[in-house]
């Protein structure tokens, strides 16, 4: 009897004798649905479960985010007793600068310019006028400054009252140690615009103006 060849390799015996355990799967794989369509609620959706007709849960009063505990008043307002700070709360190195050129250039740079002139397409473009950093007023800011305006924007007058927001908030984006990386880069936009030979270390004056 050689018609039924069950032990040969051709692919349509093979589907014949496995199938059935793909079958199985699939009907198995169905049986997730129950727990699957459970009620809930989704985000933003209407519950005739609380009193207030809302499925969203306001946060309980005091809670506080997962890495949300915020101790050193500082490094998250700019601010000591009230004042504007004028130091970085953390030692600046040459990879703090770094990392706050590559901050800047993603977030500020659009806006600001690379250089910080407050040139550049948007400024062109988009009707807004970005300030420009090497303005005197801004070169004797503290740093504390510039770490509250990223921190929290910049407002023209009260927006309850007419007013409105002129920059964005970067707090939600940009975490706090990068801010102030933010910060330090511009002071050395800044210093790179404005410096003068006494700027320069005595024992490297020798060396301007070379190439
Ligand atoms: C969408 C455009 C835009 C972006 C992006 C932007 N800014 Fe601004 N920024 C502005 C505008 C517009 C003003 C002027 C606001 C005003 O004078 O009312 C301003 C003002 C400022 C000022 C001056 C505040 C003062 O004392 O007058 C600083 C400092 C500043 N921005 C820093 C930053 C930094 C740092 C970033 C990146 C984290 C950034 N900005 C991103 C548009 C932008």
Redesign the pocket.
Known sequence: MQTLRLRGSLPLTRLLRYGWVGLLVLLLAACHQDMYNQPRIQAYEPSSFFADGRGSRPSVPGAVAVNGVQTDEYLYTGFVEGELGDVMPFPVTDELLLRGQQQ?NI??A???GEAGYGQSM?AQRGG????N?HQQR?RD?PIG??FN??TNG?Y?GDPENGGYQ???S?ASR?EAEDRWA?AAY?RALQLSQNAEEADVPADQRATLGQP
Not at 128 to 131: Q, T
Request: net charge positive.
């Open positions: 800047y977030y500020c659009v806006c600001h948007v807004i006028v970005p300030a950093f801004l800011a400054h510039f305006i990223i910049v023209r002129s920059m964005y970067y940009v933010i511009i």
